[in-house]
């Protein structure tokens, strides 16, 4: 690969589901449940500014995609989201993640590997999956609790690690 197309490579940004991108109206702010009857088929409630944030980073030129442990099915994630605009450019799950990341590994690996995916910064809530980002290659941002300025934040870390020299 040369260099030329090595710089058209978009950033890529990931997002856990649990507790990040679907929250508990109790604990945070939500986006409006879907209408009837969607709303008894995707239970799911998305942290408020979900699709003002995945679609703003699509805008400043990056991919967006999701990176869970859960077994949802990629065709589940995709058509929950599109009920709110939003359409990923990829989605690992936990089947996809056991396939092409485990695999036969006689050693058990973490249960995310976002550099497997050349994903540059991922956004998870556990401290367990944060942690181990220096070991395995790659970026973190921790985020659980409700927080207002998420959308900026994120946004001013994946510029940051835009920037950083190669
Ligand atoms: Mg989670």
Not at 111 to 139: A, M, N
Request: charged letters at 30%; one cysteine or more; a neutral charge.
């Amino acid at each position: 690969m040369n260099n030329d197309s090595y710089s058209e490579e978009k950033m890529r940004v990931s997002f856990d589901l649990d507790e990040v991108l679907f929250v508990s109206p109790d604990t945070h702010k939500t986006e409006p449940a879907l209408r009837f009857p969607f709303n008894k088929i995707y239970k799911e409630r998305l942290r408020l500014g979900t699709p003002d944030l995945v679609n703003e980073l699509q805008r400043l030129g990056y991919e967006v995609w999701v990176y869970t442990s859960s077994f949802r099915t990629e065709r589940y994630i995709k058509n929950l989201f599109k009920h709110y605009k939003v359409h990923f450019d990829g989605i690992v799950n936990a089947q996809r993640h056991l396939k092409e990341v485990q695999g036969n590994n006689k050693t058990i690996l973490p249960q995310k590997l976002p550099s497997r995916y050349r994903i540059s910064l991922h956004i998870d809530d556990e401290t367990v999956v944060c942690s181990l980002g220096p070991q395995y290659g790659y970026k973190t941002y921790q985020l659980d609790a409700e927080d207002d300025e998420w959308k900026e934040k994120i946004i001013k870390e994946a510029e940051h690690i835009k920037n950083l020299p190669r």
